[in-house]
T-cell receptor
Framework: RKEVEQDPGPFNVPEGATVAFNCTYS??????FFWYRQDCRKEPKLLMS???SGNEDGRFTAQLNRASQYISLLIRDSKLSDSATYLC???????????FGSGTKLNVKP | GAVVSQHPSRVICKSGTSVKIECRSL??????MFWYRQFPKQSLMLMAT?????????EQGVEKDKFLINHASLTLSTLTVTSAHPEDSSFYIC??????????FGPGTRLTVT
C-alpha cells in the first residue's frame, strides 16, 4: 500500500475554472503536509504548506482533514500557467521522512 | 524561497564507472537532506535520508553499498552511484530541509549510463 496516493489525472479544465485535487495518506501519525508543483523535466517547487486550520495564498487554498486523512488543493480562476503536475508531500514527523504522491497532472486550456 | 544547487545537472557515464552528485544548500544550513530518484512520468521515490555527521538512512530496497551518501557539512551532501548500470539511468533529485520542515529541491541531475 502506498503511503500517499493521488489521482494521476489528467484534469483538463478551461481557463477560469476552479479545480480541486485530493491526496490521501496512510499514516495517521503524519505531522506536516505540503503541496508542490512540478513542471515537465524540472524539480518540484514548494507551492504551499498545509496547516491544520487550512491556508490560502491568492488563488490557491489548501485544506487538511485529519479524520479522513487527506489534504486538498483548490485552484480558483485557473490560468494557462497553472498547467503542471501537483505533488502532495507528507512528513512522518519523528521518522523524518517525506513521502510524495505520484502527482496529479493539470492541463488548463484556453 | 531557499536555494539548493545540484551538480552536475547532466552526466553520461559508462557501465561500471562511478558518478558523484553534489547537493548544496546555498543560503541556509540543512542538517537533513534527502535523495530521490524519479523515472519518467513517475513520482519521486525517496532513496535515503542524509543527516549531517552521521550515517545515511536508506529506504527499503535501496542498496547502501551502491548508493554512497556523505553529508560532511551542514550545506553539502553527496551521492555516489558506484558501478553504474544502465538501469541506474534516472533523474536524481536532492532536497534540503529547513528549520520549518519545508523541503527545497535541487534542480536535479539526469544520469545516463551507457
Amino acid at each position: 500500500r502506498k503511503e500517499v496516493e493521488q489521482d494521476p489525472g489528467p484534469f483538463n479544465v478551461p481557463e477560469g475554472a476552479t479545480v480541486a485535487f485530493n491526496c490521501t495518506y496512510s499514516n495517521s501519525a503524519s505531522q506536516s503536509f505540503f503541496w508542490y508543483r512540478q513542471d515537465c523535466r524540472k524539480e518540484p517547487k514548494l507551492l504551499m504548506s498545509v496547516y491544520s486550520s487550512g491556508n490560502e495564498d491568492g488563488r490557491f487554498t489548501a485544506q487538511l482533514n485529519r479524520a479522513s486523512q487527506y489534504i486538498s488543493l483548490l485552484i480558483r480562476d485557473s490560468k494557462l500557467s497553472d498547467s503542471a503536475t501537483y505533488l502532495c508531500a507528507v512528513n512522518e514527523g519523528d521518522f523524518n521522512k517525506f513521502y510524495f504522491g505520484s502527482g496529479t497532472k493539470l492541463n488548463v486550456k484556453p | 524561497g531557499a536555494v539548493v544547487s545540484q551538480h552536475p545537472s547532466r552526466v553520461i557515464c559508462k557501465s561500471g564507472t562511478s558518478v558523484k552528485i553534489e547537493c548544496r544548500s546555498l543560503d541556509f544550513q540543512a542538517t537533513t537532506m534527502f535523495w530521490y530518484r524519479q523515472f519518467p512520468k513517475q513520482s519521486l521515490m525517496l532513496m535515503a535520508t542524509s543527516n549531517e555527521g552521521s550515517k545515511a538512512t536508506y529506504e527499503q530496497g535501496v542498496e547502501k553499498d551502491k548508493f554512497l551518501i556523505n553529508h560532511a557539512s551542514l550545506t553539502l551532501s553527496t551521492l555516489t552511484v558506484t558501478s553504474a548500470h544502465p538501469e541506474d539511468s534516472s533523474f536524481y533529485i536532492c532536497s534540503a530541509r529547513d528549520r520549518h520542515y519545508e523541503q527545497y529541491f535541487g534542480p536535479g541531475t539526469r544520469l545516463t549510463v551507457t
